[in-house]
């Protein structure tokens, strides 16, 4: 055997002799926690991808749920549109073109459970707006009596006063929304006292009828009815029986449904009062009052 091929049979004995360096118990541990130290940065890493996309999707997603299908950015946990997040969408609120369901308005008819209107207590509004018109209807309706008549302030022994404006709800279940505004005044010559009133009842849905069915309504008028011409405008007048509360009444009703009763009496339920010798308005007097644009209230 020469030096080489000495030098070779020891570099084979060497190399055979030399340990595995994956057989080490110890290296093997510290491999498999860097592996696992690698994966963990590598899942956080996609886990703030992920909630980086939901900030932005999750907003759009939870209105997307929203009841009847809307569409419209809204942020999580509130209940304002939000202008920051984009969307499709072009309005928070769907308009009737897009096809979607619109906030719900005020219900147009009357049924049974529903809260009374405009926050009362019972079908009177004794204040606000419609107080505002009832009271105007009565300072009109008092303006307008003849030359020899006067409204005076009278009232009852209780105290109350014979002057008595009233705008009220009056609708029954099942019916379109509607009111009516009445006002009463005592109406006095020399020391005798009648009274007038006047109602405007705003459209109600109800078809249109003859003059004298029309007139007929009011309270239960009973009487005989006499159709009056005042410029074409055809008005309903009932002449009431023995009995009535009023001993004529006019009505009319305009082209929107608005309706319009004027009623006159000769006596009153004040005590003590004498009831007048004569009417406030003749017929065509009364009739010419009650298409008088003053007493109509439409809304």
């Known amino acids: 055997m020469n030096e080489e091929d000495l030098k070779e049979a020891m570099h084979d004995v060497i190399v055979r002799s030399t340990p595995a360096e994956s057989m080490d118990p110890a290296h093997a541990l510290n491999q498999g926690r860097r592996v696992r130290k690698r994966r963990r940065v590598a899942w956080a890493g996609a886990a703030v991808v992920t909630l980086t996309v939901g900030a932005v999707a999750g907003p759009t997603l939870i209105a997307n749920l929203g009841d009847n299908g809307s569409t419209g950015p809204m942020v999580a946990g509130g209940g304002t549109p939000s202008q920051a997040v984009p969307t499709t969408a072009t309005s928070v609120v769907p308009t009737p073109k897009s096809g979607s369901t619109v906030l719900p308005s005020a ?37 307008s009596v003849p030359a020899g008549f006067t409204t005076p302030n009278l009232k009852y022994p209780d105290g109350r006063s014979a002057r008595w404006p009233q705008a009220q709800y009056a609708s029954a279940d099942g019916e379109q929304d509607y009111w009516e505004y009445m006002a009463t005044i005592p109406v006095q010559k020399d020391n005798r006292v ?55 009444t ?26 007048l010798t004569q009417p406030v308005f003749t017929t065509q007097q009364l009739a010419e009052q009650v298409t008088s644009a003053k007493f109509k209230i439409s809304d």
């Not at 006019?250 to 009623?263: E, H």
């Open 107 to 143: 219900p147009t008819t009357r049924k049974t459970g529903d809260p009374w209107p405009e926050g009362q207590t019972d079908r009177t509004a004794s204040a606000g707006p419609r107080a505002v018109r009832v009271g105007a209807l009565m300072a009109d309706l008092s303006s």
């Open 250 to 275: 006019a009505a009319y009703r305009y082209d929107d449904g608005t309706v319009v009763f004027l009623a006159q009496a000769k006596k009153t339920d004040l005590p003590g009062k004498s009831p």
């Open 194 to 248: 009648g009274r007038l009133l006047v109602m405007s009842t705003t459209p109600n849905g109800k078809p249109a009828t003859s003059p004298c069915k029309l007139a007929l309504t009011f309270w239960g008028s009973t009487g005989t009815c006499a159709v009056v011409d005042v410029d074409g405008k055809k008005v309903g007048v009932v002449t009431g029986g023995k009995g009535s509360d009023y001993d004529q």
